[in-house]
């Protein structure tokens, strides 16, 4: 696979129309949010059926980020590009559409699979088009463009929906959006010169690094940990503003969504400069904290309150996931940051399929504020964990450096043996992509014996010592 060389213009023009497609795919994936309060109203839609819609649609990302997720390698990118876009379309007009629960579920299904192809296609296409020149640009919009979508579509619906109360109009108007994205599409000149087979990308991949294994379980619970309120507002941010504070808009829903999405934006790049392990450990007691203020703020008919411990939260979330995935990222080889990327995302998105069903359970057979008093006491346990694990000894890596045991012990293996690398050094999985260092063995071992026949007591004395 070989990436094409484009022109200041071709690479502008299809970093913006990538964008746009970006954004607005992550947009149509949150209009239905506000939505639910109406739906349960309309069609009878269940608090089970809204839990539920939460399963469905991470279970079409994580589908799609496990067998597909490298798809765009093979067919290019603006080719799978334009397949999503015309699966949000699909979903926008199956929502429009739908008269019962299944309905719902499965147009929610629909767009988690445009949100896992939007993830892997559409945001490989933003990367390539920017170039190294403005990469800073592009890696932005990969990592916090679906929080930035998720946020317009869903405050967009608040406000319109007060002007215009009819679903049909919302869902026509990100129809006519994503049908022009889909339109200038061929405007966008393809990225990649030569693609890999099909075979190829579709092997089955989730990569956990060996040598930190404890380290990826301080993200994966991090990760795991946040998205489990973060998600649950994704499908009850209506529900909780008119049920538990009396509103009637589906504005109320939006801000609390926004306020759960968009502050954590500013989280990672604030604290870069601080110590990782302690701005972890206190970031995570944050998120337990601002999660138990959410169950007393509602006890209390708080609202103001209740939104700002929403924004409070939210930051604490950002610097969570940001702080421990550097971590990990400063302890793998650049090779595969690739492949620990998609582990982690599938990781929570796999997780926050059974939380969202688990929290659904517990709601229908309690409250809001039990719900969320739950969720606080798995945090202090997430809470603890990370803690202990940070403070645990790191493993020590074996020394690399070629001493005279070494040496030694690979003179039965021939003069064309090499030492073989520490445990935890990265190896390339490609020679032509960052090929080992090489040395002469043999004028090494000739050193060796000459410094063995000169210095026979001083290496005598030394073997006793040791």
Request: glycine share 6%; net charge positive.
């Amino acid at each position: 696979m070989h990436k094409e060389e484009l022109t200041d213009g071709q690479s502008l023009r299809g970093f913006a129309l990538a964008t746009i497609a970006f954004l607005a795919i992550f947009a149509a994936t949150a209009i239905p949010i506000p939505l639910y309060a109406d739906y349960q109203a309309t069609i009878g839609l269940t608090t089970a059926d809204i839990s539920n819609t939460m399963f469905t649609y991470l279970t079409g990302v994580a589908l799609t980020l496990l067998l597909a997720g490298r798809i765009s390698d093979a067919f290019g990118r603006t080719p799978v590009t334009s397949l999503t876009l015309m699966l949000a379309i699909v979903g926008c007009i199956m929502f429009m559409m739908a008269d019962s629960g299944a309905a719902v579920l499965a147009a929610r299904f629909v767009q988690g699979l445009s949100a896992g192809f939007g993830m892997s296609a559409v945001s490989a296409l933003v990367i390539d088009c920017v170039g190294e020149k403005h990469l800073g640009w592009g890696s932005t919009v990969a990592s916090c463009g679906a929080m930035v979508g998720i946020m317009i579509g869903s405050v967009a619906v608040g406000v319109l929906y007060d002007i215009v109360p009819s679903i049909a109009v919302l869902y026509g108007i990100m129809i006519v959006i994503l049908a022009v994205c889909l339109f200038l599409m061929p405007v966008v000149h393809e990225p990649l010169d030569q693609t890999l087979s099909l075979r190829a990308v579709l092997r089955v991949r989730v990569y956990i690094p060996t040598d930190n294994r404890r380290l990826f379980a301080v993200v994966a619970v991090c990760y795991l940990a946040t998205w489990l309120v973060s998600c649950f507002y994704q499908s009850f941010s209506a529900p909780i503003a008119q049920q538990c504070f009396g509103e009637t808009s589906p504005l109320a829903g939006s801000v609390i969504l926004a306020l759960i999405m968009a502050p954590s934006l500013l989280g990672g790049p604030l604290v870069q400069r601080f110590e990782p392990k302690r701005t972890l450990v206190v970031s995570m007691t944050a998120v337990t904290l601002t999660t138990a203020l959410m169950a007393l703020f509602i006890l209390m008919g708080a609202e103001l309150l209740f939104m700002a411990d929403c924004a409070l939260f939210s930051f604490a979330m950002g610097v969570t996931v940001s702080v421990s995935l550097r971590l990990l990222l400063l302890r793998v080889s650049v090779l595969r940051v690739s492949a620990i990327l998609a582990s982690v995302n599938l990781v929570a998105y796999a997780g926050s399929a059974v939380t969202g069903v688990v929290c659904g359970i517990l709601l229908e057979a309690t409250s809001f504020v039990f719900v969320f008093a739950a969720m606080a006491a798995v945090l202090v346990a997430a809470s603890l964990f990370v803690a202990v694990c940070l403070r645990a000894p790191s493993e020590k890596k074996k020394d690399a450096r070629l001493t005279l045991s070494r040496f030694r012990k690979m003179k039965g293996m021939g003069e064309s043996s090499a030492p073989e690398p520490a445990t935890g050094e990265a190896v390339p999985e490609d020679a032509s992509v960052a090929a080992p260092r090489s040395y002469n063995l043999s004028a090494h071992l000739c050193k060796i014996r000459e410094h063995e026949q000169k210095f026979p007591k001083l290496l005598a004395s030394g073997r006793a010592n040791r």
